[in-house]
């Protein structure tokens, strides 16, 4: 409790400037990450379903790729949301 008493000034007197970077470095971070995870999920079962059924591998790559669309929208939406911050203040 003692050191979160320290801390609390520190963080008091920071510049909104230097919010908005933290929260555009989180913003980035966390869109990014999630769409990685997203895209590896999906690509491992477009492999695993093709594995299974080779003859429709062709309408699981269209599915494949319109997902990969879908999910690098929500990350490039996490870029927006993060330049936003940083050049807005």
Known sequence: MNTLLNIMPVLLAMD????????AGI?????ALGGAI???LAAGKAVEAGARQPEIFSKI???LLTAIV?????????????LLLIFTF
Do not use: D
């Open 16 to 23: 909104p400037k230097g919010f908005a970077g933290l929260g």
């Open 27 to 31: 913003a980035i971070g966390l869109g």
């Open 38 to 40: 997203g895209m590896g």
């Open 61 to 63: 790559q269209t599915l």
């Open 70 to 82: 879908f999910i690098e929208s929500v990350a490039i939406y996490a870029l927006v949301t993060a």
